[in-house]
């Protein structure tokens, strides 16, 4: 790969026939073309569809807020303000007050917090779970995949609902419950995917390599071939967000999740369900940024998707 | 084939089993028993109940004699409805959850695969991006959010819809499109995406070659190809419009079951929580077992005997 043009026949090497490259130096590409990482290349993809940096936006755009808005306010969630009930949008109260004279914009707020709060661990939670059990599954094979893969699918195979609500009986109603809860199943379809991924990855070179120098299995599954299937997982875990976000909000709209006095867009919808034909305000303004937040979840989870696997773009 | 079904079918016994047997210990794990109150009662009458509710056996012996109960679909009475039995709950309360689910089941394949069908025939074209833009709002509004604003505009203020109830057949209008907006979008994702691959498969250059018009061919040969995924879908269709109800049913004051199970949760009624919740699990689990085996007789690959994929 060095410049010197002649390779032939001097019996002895002067070091005048070496070029020093500097360490970072980079080999320019012929066709002149800047070389892209995979993650390069991947990036332009996504930044190139309009849609999903739509929705990326959106979520930067109200995790700000759910972080800032209730520092800066002047208002709180929870103090009752009897004198100043249901008013409608105003210069003080932006997005108007409720029943007991609470700040619906502050109310809003905690409640997005509440509600990234819930997506977040959920995504975490799937993504360990997910990964060690998947991770291991998929790199054993055989009769443990068989086993673990059974035991799986007997979990999956019981609706999530179900387990959701039988547990909030057995504990009391709580954010910790909805989030465990969540997870007990939650987990199994990244478990899928991560098996999935490991199953075509353990046999490429890399990994035999990194084996036959004496790497553990751990070794292997967790520096060669878990970063190497990022994609599907990334994917996933988007999609997760918007699924255990709604299923908090949900929840806690049935009474059975979040409880007054603490927001939550589930709460604050239920509220303002039975107030709407009088204070459509208080149903508006939860319910416009629930939907908003699933919506961009969802628009750049498929933009992921697409940016990883442009073959699946339709 | 036969080998693939009979392993599903024991199966869904199994994962029923597991189900009924984990509600049945969550149950007895709580602290507290059903014959507490405020009042006080003295220790024999105490005895004496527990002993007629035969709360006096070890834990092993109850759940024998619930699971014998339950074989003969008596699910014991409910705690709060004072002598009524959860059975009869349950099937006075079933017809209006059965009649808004199968009709939301049924919209959302119709209308679910003829948008999908729109928008693969019109690939990269208008109708193509309208169909997909009426996916994508489908999906983000959640139900909870759409049933209340039709509710507030569609019925409220403009009095086209009454506001609750489940009596004509124009009350149905409502609940189904908010039960459905979600797996109509999801399905017309999935049938699109799955026939925009098909209407480039050989055979459908050959129907095309034969004159066949765009209509014959996506209808006779190009749906029928695409409609797999539709299929594996159903089972979970189903679970989510079971969830999905128990939201409407609340907005819409329908007295269908989910109106139940939530009072029961709220109201710790643990013969009715078991009870619906070994009901849900039964029509889950079957439709999607129908739907395993529905798989096995629309895809030819499997019928010829092939392993079931995962």
């Given at each position: 790969m060095s410049n010197t043009n002649h390779t032939n026949t001097s019996d002895k090497l002067s070091p005048e026939m070496f070029e020093k490259l500097k360490r970072d130096s980079v080999i320019k590409d012929e066709a002149g073309r800047k070389s892209l990482t995979a993650w390069q290349d991947i990036r332009q993809r996504l930044v190139s569809n309009k849609l999903a940096m739509t929705g990326f936006w959106i979520i930067v755009f109200i995790a700000v807020a759910a972080i800032f808005v209730p520092i800066i306010?002047?208002?709180?969630?929870?103090?009752?303000n009897l004198t100043n009930?249901?008013?409608?949008?105003?210069?003080?109260h932006w997005f108007g007050t409720d029943d007991l004279g609470r700040d619906v914009l502050e109310r809003t707020w905690k409640g997005a917090q509440i509600s990234l709060f819930v997506g977040l661990m959920a995504a975490l939670i799937d993504l360990i779970l997910g990964i060690i059990y998947g991770g291991i599954m998929g790199y054993y094979g055989g009769k443990v995949d068989e086993v673990m893969n059974r035991f799986a699918e007997i979990l999956y195979s019981i609706p999530y609902l179900l387990v959701v609500i039988l547990l909030l009986v057995v504990m009391e109603p709580s954010l910790t419950t909805i989030i465990i809860a969540m997870s007990i199943t939650g987990w199994i379809n990244m478990a899928w995917i991560v098996r999935g991924q490991i199953m075509q990855l353990k046999n490429q070179e890399y990994a035999l390599a990194s084996k036959s120098l004496g790497a553990g299995a751990m070794r292997i599954i967790f520096r060669h071939l878990i970063p190497n299937a990022m994609g599907p997982i990334l994917v996933t875990l988007t999609l997760t967000v918007p699924n255990a976000i709604f299923t908090e909000a949900f929840l806690s709209f049935l009474g059975l999740g979040v409880q007054s006095p603490v927001a939550s867009w589930g709460t604050m919808i239920d509220d303002g369900v039975k107030a709407m034909s009088i204070y459509p305000w208080r149903l508006l303004f939860p319910a416009l940024f629930l939907s908003l937040t699933i919506f961009a979840f969802n628009v750049f989870g498929d933009g992921l998707r697409d940016a990883f696997d442009p073959k699946l773009k339709k | 084939m036969l080998r693939f079904i009979l392993s599903k079918f024991m199966f869904m016994l199994l994962s029923l089993f597991l189900l009924v047997s984990a509600t049945f210990l969550l149950m007895n794990a709580i602290?507290?028993?059903?014959?507490?109150?405020e009042k006080a009662t003295s220790e024999a009458v105490q005895k004496n109940l527990e002993a007629y509710y035969g709360l006096d056996k070890p834990l092993y012996v109850q759940y024998g004699t619930y699971l014998k109960n339950l074989l003969q679909g008596d699910m014991g009475i409910s705690m709060k409805k004072k002598f009524q039995s959860v059975d009869k709950m349950i099937a006075n309360s079933f017809g209006p959850s059965l009649r808004l689910g199968l009709t939301a089941v049924v919209t959302s394949v119709v209308v679910g695969c003829v948008l999908g069908m729109i928008a693969a025939m019109h690939h990269r074209k208008l109708l193509d991006n309208l169909a997909m833009i009426i996916a994508v709002i489908g999906m983000a509004i959640p139900s909870l959010v759409m049933a209340p604003l039709m509710q507030y505009?569609?019925?409220?203020?403009?009095?086209?819809?009454?506001?609750?109830?489940?009596?004509?057949?124009?009350?149905y209008v409502l609940p189904t499109i908010a039960l459905a907006s979600g797996p109509i979008a999801f399905i017309a994702r999935l049938l699109r995406s799955t026939m925009i691959e098909v209407l480039n498969a050989d055979f459908i250059k050959t129907a095309k070659s034969k004159g066949l018009s765009g209509y014959v061919i996506v209808v006779r040969h190009a749906l029928r190809n695409s409609m797999l995924p539709v299929v594996t879908y159903l089972g979970y269709l189903t679970a989510g419009i079971i969830t999905g109800s128990v939201v409407i049913e609340k907005i819409f004051a329908i007295p269908g079951i989910g109106k139940y199970f939530v009072q029961s949760v709220i109201d710790r009624d643990y013969p009715l929580i078991m009870g619906i919740t070994i009901f849900y699990a039964v029509i889950l689990m079957v439709t999607r077992f129908l739907a395993d085996v529905a798989y096995v007789l629309v895809d030819p690959r499997m019928r010829a005997g092939g392993k079931g994929a995962k």
């Amino acid at each position: 790969m060095s410049n010197t043009n002649h390779t032939n026949t001097s019996d002895k090497l002067s070091p005048e026939m070496f070029e020093k490259l500097k360490r970072d130096s980079v080999i320019k590409d012929e066709a002149g073309r800047k070389s892209l990482t995979a993650w390069q290349d991947i990036r332009q993809r996504l930044v190139s569809n309009k849609l999903a940096m739509t929705g990326f936006w959106i979520i930067v755009f109200i995790a700000v807020a759910a972080i800032f808005v209730p520092i800066i306010s002047p208002h709180d969630h929870f103090t009752n303000n009897l004198t100043n009930t249901n008013q409608p949008p105003n210069a003080s109260h932006w997005f108007g007050t409720d029943d007991l004279g609470r700040d619906v914009l502050e109310r809003t707020w905690k409640g997005a917090q509440i509600s990234l709060f819930v997506g977040l661990m959920a995504a975490l939670i799937d993504l360990i779970l997910g990964i060690i059990y998947g991770g291991i599954m998929g790199y054993y094979g055989g009769k443990v995949d068989e086993v673990m893969n059974r035991f799986a699918e007997i979990l999956y195979s019981i609706p999530y609902l179900l387990v959701v609500i039988l547990l909030l009986v057995v504990m009391e109603p709580s954010l910790t419950t909805i989030i465990i809860a969540m997870s007990i199943t939650g987990w199994i379809n990244m478990a899928w995917i991560v098996r999935g991924q490991i199953m075509q990855l353990k046999n490429q070179e890399y990994a035999l390599a990194s084996k036959s120098l004496g790497a553990g299995a751990m070794r292997i599954i967790f520096r060669h071939l878990i970063p190497n299937a990022m994609g599907p997982i990334l994917v996933t875990l988007t999609l997760t967000v918007p699924n255990a976000i709604f299923t908090e909000a949900f929840l806690s709209f049935l009474g059975l999740g979040v409880q007054s006095p603490v927001a939550s867009w589930g709460t604050m919808i239920d509220d303002g369900v039975k107030a709407m034909s009088i204070y459509p305000w208080r149903l508006l303004f939860p319910a416009l940024f629930l939907s908003l937040t699933i919506f961009a979840f969802n628009v750049f989870g498929d933009g992921l998707r697409d940016a990883f696997d442009p073959k699946l773009k339709k | 084939m036969l080998r693939f079904i009979l392993s599903k079918f024991m199966f869904m016994l199994l994962s029923l089993f597991l189900l009924v047997s984990a509600t049945f210990l969550l149950m007895n794990a709580i602290p507290g028993s059903p014959l507490q109150s405020e009042k006080a009662t003295s220790e024999a009458v105490q005895k004496n109940l527990e002993a007629y509710y035969g709360l006096d056996k070890p834990l092993y012996v109850q759940y024998g004699t619930y699971l014998k109960n339950l074989l003969q679909g008596d699910m014991g009475i409910s705690m709060k409805k004072k002598f009524q039995s959860v059975d009869k709950m349950i099937a006075n309360s079933f017809g209006p959850s059965l009649r808004l689910g199968l009709t939301a089941v049924v919209t959302s394949v119709v209308v679910g695969c003829v948008l999908g069908m729109i928008a693969a025939m019109h690939h990269r074209k208008l109708l193509d991006n309208l169909a997909m833009i009426i996916a994508v709002i489908g999906m983000a509004i959640p139900s909870l959010v759409m049933a209340p604003l039709m509710q507030y505009y569609l019925a409220f203020k403009w009095g086209i819809f009454e506001v609750a109830g489940l009596d004509k057949p124009m009350d149905y209008v409502l609940p189904t499109i908010a039960l459905a907006s979600g797996p109509i979008a999801f399905i017309a994702r999935l049938l699109r995406s799955t026939m925009i691959e098909v209407l480039n498969a050989d055979f459908i250059k050959t129907a095309k070659s034969k004159g066949l018009s765009g209509y014959v061919i996506v209808v006779r040969h190009a749906l029928r190809n695409s409609m797999l995924p539709v299929v594996t879908y159903l089972g979970y269709l189903t679970a989510g419009i079971i969830t999905g109800s128990v939201v409407i049913e609340k907005i819409f004051a329908i007295p269908g079951i989910g109106k139940y199970f939530v009072q029961s949760v709220i109201d710790r009624d643990y013969p009715l929580i078991m009870g619906i919740t070994i009901f849900y699990a039964v029509i889950l689990m079957v439709t999607r077992f129908l739907a395993d085996v529905a798989y096995v007789l629309v895809d030819p690959r499997m019928r010829a005997g092939g392993k079931g994929a995962k």
